[in-house]
């Protein structure tokens, strides 16, 4: 069955360091990966859409990488800050308006 | 800069009561969607509604749950005979068009439906 993976429920990392989250997935072939940012008690926020045929997105201190041979997309935060503290999903797209099928995410902690 | 709203922020209702959440999607947005995020788990697809018309429904959508679209604005999610386990946050997004590699998702804040 298709699956997608996010390497840990949380991660803690020291503020001013590079946070990377890890997305893998089985059995299937996104078109594309979003990723979304959510805090306790808040809608998703999008952050990053990258296609299968980018290897690499960047916006501000975000970069998301796609490697389609692995099945994996890497999410750096640089210079972590505590307010990046949230949970961080990976979802795969196929078309346009498909509904989003999210999982558990990464919770990510900055710690000062 | 435009979003999504929805009201109201928190519902509180008895078991077996009816309840309308409302959204107001972002105002050239084509799309519409509902989701749930039970207290601790992942985010979960409801129904999708497109042209004035449901376009994809999940399992979780079922004859107690349904959507209209009843103006030009707002986008309504009923729960007909509300349930315990109904109580969960409720996420209501839109997206502008169906295009490939355009179609990110803009959620409102949300309405936090407590059944009692």
């Known amino acids: 069955s298709q699956k997608i993976e996010q390497n840990s429920e949380a991660l803690n990392i020291q503020e001013g360091k590079t946070a990377t989250l890890t997305c893998n997935y089985t059995n299937y072939s996104p078109a594309y990966l979003q990723w979304y940012r959510q805090d306790p008690g808040r809608g998703p926020v999008f952050l990053l859409l990258i296609r299968e045929n980018e290897k690499e997105k960047r916006k501000e201190r975000l970069k998301v990488t796609f490697d389609t041979t692995l099945k994996q997309s890497l999410f750096h935060i640089t210079a972590s800050q505590p307010a990046d503290s949230a949970t961080y999903l990976c979802?795969?797209?196929?078309?346009?308006?498909?509904?989003?099928?999210f999982g558990k995410g990464t919770r990510l902690s900055v710690i000062a | 800069e435009p979003e999504v709203t929805q009201t109201p922020s928190h519902q509180v209702t008895q078991m077996g009561q009816e309840v309308i959440l409302r959204c107001v999607p972002i105002?050239?947005?084509?799309?519409f969607y509902w989701y749930r995020q039970i207290l601790g788990q992942k985010v979960e697809f409801l129904v999708s509604f497109y042209n004035n018309e449901i376009s994809e429904k999940s399992e979780i959508f079922d004859d107690q749950f349904s959507v209209e679209r009843p103006d030009g604005s707002n986008f309504t999610l009923k729960i007909r005979s509300t349930k315990l386990e109904d109580s969960a946050m409720y996420f209501c997004a839109s997206i502008e068009t169906a295009q490939q590699g355009r179609n990110e998702q803009f959620f409102g804040p949300g309405t936090r439906l407590t059944v009692l």
């Open positions: 979802v795969p797209s196929f078309s346009g308006n498909t509904p989003l099928v």
């Open positions: 105002s050239n947005h084509l799309y």
